[in-house]
């Protein structure tokens, strides 16, 4: 591909572009920006988890605000699939494992017609990063996925209000017999630190405050529970100001601080725009202020999508994938299914063990995911999911899906398959590599296997 | 030098066609697989941890044979002067344990005596997180001890993998960190690529040729580093691996996975900490309840013979001056016996520790078993202490900021 080389150029010769009218402003090609593959592949690994060959076309048919439309709200039936996948979920928290819930959860980011929406929720869960490892109830964790999901793409301060009152949540930061005696302080440092204002977002002072106003919180028979006696019911000075306050109050004090938005804003634009560089607070500056009134995440997640920055050098591969998102990356564009359970085995293995993060502060991500451990983990995992052995019985069959596309004979594979995976945008050798690797003599679906573990072990496939 | 460059890569990364293509390699790639390939590794000390899941009886392991409370206490389990391996008038090795008492006489061997802390609990699982997080007061601590230790390993960019667990249980909490990917593996070939990509990770140079660096961003420069070293990595340990074994390391798992270590260590690619268990998923085999005696042997002298094997695998590779291994257990076990051939929960024991550059030896005086504690014995020596020691004075790390608290750190090392 002949644009190949001009996003890396750009984005080496220019700094983080900080005019935020043009940054926001919804992307419209041109001459100079032309709506490519390269850019459609970047929307759908953003978006979603890779797209497959018929949604690439497709969307360089419809131009990327029509692509967007349709990644916001997708024309399939969402509502069938959601039911379905609903019942598996249940069925699984049932029966009280989360391994079961986590396999269901990467099938359905897997299949889903909604990709967007998994990936806010995933995003999410990072951020109220509770873990099956304390909560120790697969029942408990679906209610919680399942709000995380419903809110992903709605109201930040209404997912809020609801999350800390979730049981999950409460057992989850040991906040789920909280006494008037013994204020659970670790809940209140979810709440008012990783939650909203971050770790050190408020004194110490201010969070014994809050650790009071959360008694009277229990969990009892996987409920909620307000208990009043237990509640102390004195004034208390959160924020500078004084009342009786409930966790509710907390809310809807610390809601009010622009910090809030400011951080919330932060991190999905490196969730969605960009790792590289931190951006500077006047480029965030119109989002924040648009967020703060209403926190409306789904318009927030829209403009970012739109914007000229999204499809910029700014944004463009300055973002590592994480382990799920290298998984589903070769599994999706080639529509394969695999066992899902030993899927998440390997994503765990590769440091994203999905409802178990770390730490309440959620997994690091961004540089922290490559190591040389994770890298040759990963490279394994590819050999395993595109060539077989360990536990993917049946590997994927990316001959096949050049066939489906009247690209199977010889020495169209390989660039298809680098289209697939990488939109063409390879260096040079690589894609010579691949091409030799196919044409030689031997099993085309074993030769076609090889050059698509070739391409997705290229160190620009680790990037998103 | 553009062609000394590529010829070293195609040493160091195993060649692939597209580096024969290429007339330069980025300046950048070359440092960091020349860095992968000859590391400053001489003054790089290396922590190995053996979990001993279950509560180790730490009486019938260093044994107070001497002693008459231990004598009257221990009608089945008792063992007696003829039976144990002597230290000394009053203490012996248990007699399964051969291969430690001769690095006790060499002087490689240190066995802390009277190691725990106050207010002990007696729960499995709270008890091993509290030895996991070092954190006694917190049974909430989001990280274990040796996690936070490979978060500032990591951060510090002194090692990209700076620890990891070989073993067949679940990661125990000591490895849990909060930045730190630290992988699980079972053996030695689990950290080697099963395939070299054909591209090994090297990206084009035909652009670059001559002195102007590559326009690459610098997230990619991040992934083809690491891109590079995996590969140098994984070359070096499947030559360690391929390497004949100086010793004979007998066949149990925990010698086997300890030579998985020795091959790891051998292979020189940075790893800081290892961990590693005996006894299996908690509550564990050292859980010995009932029937102690022949359970209790084995485990004792698995862990003997194969400790045994791999410290002498060390010395012999004069590897031995960089490695420390370290025992722990939630507990010890009670004085008297329970009735039913065995022990309940207990409080302090001893930890054992083993290397090149220990005062060897032991460490604090046998505890006074006329002063038991909740049926145990009493503690006299704080583990954080252990850990300070081990965290300052052989990992070169500040202990007060990952232990949480200032531990006085025990002199266990010969300068």
């Known amino acids: 591909m002949k644009e190949k080389n001009t996003a890396t150029a750009e984005s080496a010769a220019g700094r983080q572009p900080c005019d935020p009218s043009w940054a926001w402003a919804p992307f419209v090609p041109d001459a100079r920006r032309p709506w490519d593959l390269r850019l459609a592949g970047h929307l759908y690994r953003r978006a979603g988890f890779g797209g497959t060959w018929a949604e690439l076309r497709q969307s360089l048919a ?57 990936k806010l929720t995933l995003f999410w869960h990072g951020h109220f990063a509770v873990t099956q490892a304390r909560i120790q109830n697969a029942q408990l964790v679906h209610r919680y996925l399942k709000l995380l999901r419903a809110g992903a793409l709605g109201r930040f301060d209404r997912l809020l209000e609801t999350i800390v009152c979730e049981p999950a949540v409460l057992v989850g930061l040991d906040g789920a017999a909280n006494r008037r005696a013994t204020p659970s302080r670790s809940y209140a440092a979810g709440l008012v630190g990783p939650f909203t204002l971050g770790d050190g977002g408020c004194s110490d002072h201010d969070l014994a405050e809050a650790a009071r106003a959360a008694t009277g919180q229990f969990v009892r028979q996987d409920e909620f529970l307000f208990v009043q006696r237990e509640h102390d019911p004195g004034v208390k000075r959160f924020l500078g100001e004084e009342g009786p306050w409930k966790t509710a109050d907390i809310v809807r004090i610390v809601l009010r601080r622009p910090a809030v938005a400011r951080r919330i804003v932060g991190k999905l634009y490196r969730w969605l725009v960009s790792e590289a560089e931190p951006p500077c607070d006047a480029l965030l500056e119109p989002l924040v202020a648009s967020f703060s009134r209403d926190y409306d995440t789904g318009r927030l997640v829209e403009t970012m999508l739109r914007s000229n920055l999204f499809f910029s050098p700014a944004a463009y591969r300055q973002r590592i994938k994480g382990p799920v998102e290298f998984a589903l990356g070769i599994l999706r564009p080639l529509e394969a299914l695999v066992a899902t359970a030993a899927l998440a085995e390997h994503a765990a293995a590769l440091g994203q063990n999905l409802l178990h993060p770390p730490t309440i502060h959620g997994w690091e991500g961004g540089r922290a995911w490559i190591t040389r451990a994770t890298l040759t983990g990963r490279t394994n995992l590819a050999h395993a999911l595109l060539c077989g052995g360990g536990a993917f019985a049946e590997p994927a069959d990316p001959l096949a899906v050049a066939q489906e596309h009247g690209r199977g004979e010889l020495a169209a594979t390989g660039p298809f398959l680098l289209d697939l995976f990488l939109q063409g945008d390879a260096p040079q050798g690589a894609a010579a590599v691949v091409a030799k690797g196919v044409s030689q003599p031997g099993d085309p679906r074993q030769q076609a296997r090889r050059a698509a573990f070739d391409i997705v072990t290229l160190p620009e496939f680790q990037l998103c | 030098m553009p062609a000394n460059r590529r010829d070293f890569l195609r040493r160091a990364l195993g060649a692939s066609t597209l580096l024969g293509m290429s007339p330069t390699i980025p300046e950048f790639l070359c440092r960091a697989a020349q860095a992968a390939e000859s590391r400053p590794s001489d003054d790089e000390t290396v922590l190995v941890v053996i979990q001993l899941a279950g509560g180790n009886d730490g009486l019938n392991t260093v044994v107070p044979y001497a002693d008459d409370h231990y004598a009257r206490s221990r009608h089945t389990l008792r063992l007696t002067a003829k039976d144990v391996l002597k230290i000394d008038g009053l203490l012996g090795f248990h007699p399964g344990m051969a291969a430690f008492a001769r690095l006790f006489q060499e002087g490689r061997l240190t066995v802390v005596q009277g190691v725990g802390y106050p ?297």
């Open chain 1, 62 to 118: 419809d131009g990327p605000q029509k692509s967007i439309d349709k990644l916001l709200r997708p024309a399939s039936d969402v509502a069938a699939f959601e039911q379905k996948f609903a019942a598996a979920d249940a069925q699984a928290a049932r029966s009280g494992s989360a391994e079961g819930l986590r396999a269901w959860w990467l099938l359905r980011m897997l299949e889903t017609p909604h990709p967007l929406l998994e």
């Open chain 2, 119 to 415: 207010h002990p609990d007696q729960s499995h699982e709270r008890s091993m997180r509290i030895w996991q997080t070092a954190r006694p007061g917190d049974p909430n601590a989001q990280t274990g001890w040796l996690g936070g230790a490979a978060d500032v390993l990591w951060r510090s960019a002194q090692a990209d993998v700076p620890a990891v667990f070989v073993g067949r249980i679940a990661q125990p909490f000591t490895l849990h960190a909060r930045t730190a990917i630290v992988p699980s593996v079972r053996d030695a070939e689990d950290c080697t690529l099963r395939v070299v990509p054909r591209d090994a990770g090297v990206p084009p140079a035909a652009k670059c040729a001559g002195e102007t660096p590559a326009p690459q961003s610098t997230l990619l420069e991040h992934v083809q580093r690491a891109a590079a070293a995996a590969c140098v990595a994984s070359r070096k340990i499947q030559q360690a691996i391929a390497a004949p074994a100086a010793v004979e390391y007998p066949p149990l798992p925990l010698s086997e996975t300890l030579h998985s270590i020795a091959r790891l260590i051998r292979a020189d690619v940075g790893i800081r900490i290892y961990h590693t268990e005996l006894g299996g998923e908690p509550p564990g085999g050292f859980d010995t309840h009932a029937n102690q005696r022949d359970n209790h042997a084995s485990l004792l002298r698995q862990l003997s013979q194969s400790a045994g094997a791999f410290i002498d695998d060390l010395r012999r590779g004069g590897l031995l001056d960089r490695v420390l291994l370290m025992t722990f257990s939630e507990f010890g076990r009670t004085l008297s016996e329970n009735g039913r051939r065995g022990t309940d929960h207990g409080s302090a024991a001893p930890m054992f520790l083993a290397g090149g550059k220990l005062r060897g030896g032991l460490v604090g005086p046998h505890p006074d078993l006329s002063q038991t504690e909740q049926g145990g014995v009493r503690h006299h020596t704080d583990f954080r202490r252990v850990y300070a020691a081990i965290l300052d004075r052989w990992l070169g790390l500040d202990s007060r900021a990952i232990l949480g608290g200032e531990f006085p750190p025990l002199e266990l090392f010969s300068r």
